[in-house]
């Protein structure tokens, strides 16, 4: 039981490049979301999935798109990087409530 | 979702209890409090929630005051594993499922 799974775990990008961050969840939950997290800093929310087939903005959007694949899937995907785009991605899982289950992050540097 | 307050930073001895204080005087009545701590540069780890009663599981205890506008997350035996940032975070439990990260407080736990 692996629960969540992110891949890439480091990347680095030059400006204006694209790329697509994957995660995926065995444990069978409803909702999936996606946070940034700045050095010091608290995570802010990115993108968030309650269901599969619905995605929905967080605080922090602008510059990134997702696509809920299906029930385990969840990608964030940034079209033209920017350097302030430069974080640690993290993606999560919950089902009704329950604690989240985060996965162990994806550490970007744009160039 | 409710605001909360905590203290940017503690220390603890290892072997003694670490206290860590949250505030959040404007909780509705239909929020619970929940914990997770993130150690180093790991994805969150979730360690316990409740509303109004006190709540203990394997990793830690919950007390919430009685008029709930404070809580108090107790490790009884603070190891050197448990220096991390700790997360107190109020939310309504269904319905609107995003959490809300702060700034946290900085745990180090002395050897």
């Known amino acids: 039981n692996a629960g969540v799974t992110q891949t890439p775990k480091f990347q680095v990008l030059k400006t204006g490049q694209s790329m697509t961050l994957q995660c995926a969840q065995d444990?069978?939950?409803?909702?999936m979301y996606w946070y940034r997290q700045d050095p010091g800093m608290g995570l802010r929310l990115i993108y968030y999935?309650?269901?599969?087939?619905?995605?929905d903005k967080g605080e922090v959007p602008n510059g990134y798109n997702v696509s809920r694949l299906n029930k385990r899937e969840f990608s964030l995907r940034l079209e033209s990087a920017a350097p302030s785009q430069t974080s640690v991605y993290f993606c999560a899982s919950s089902w009704e409530g329950r604690g989240y289950t985060f996965g162990s992050g994806t550490r970007l540097t744009v160039v | 979702d409710a605001k909360t307050t905590q203290p940017p930073s503690m220390d603890c001895a290892e072997g003694r209890a670490a206290n860590l204080p949250c505030n959040h005087s404007t909780i509705s009545g239909n929020e619970y409090v929940y914990w997770y701590r993130q150690i180093h540069s790991q994805g969150p780890q979730y360690i316990i929630h409740?509303?109004?009663n006190n709540e203990t599981n394997e990793m830690a205890s919950l007390i919430i005051t009685e008029d709930r506008k404070s809580s108090t997350l107790i490790l009884p035996h603070a190891t050197l594993r448990d220096t991390a940032v700790y997360y107190c975070i109020v939310r309504v439990a269904f319905g609107n499922e995003k959490l809300t990260f702060g700034t946290g407080t900085r745990l180090t736990i002395i050897p």
């Open positions: 409740g509303l109004k």
């Open positions: 444990m069978n939950h409803n909702s």
């Open positions: 999935s309650a269901s599969e087939g619905t995605t």
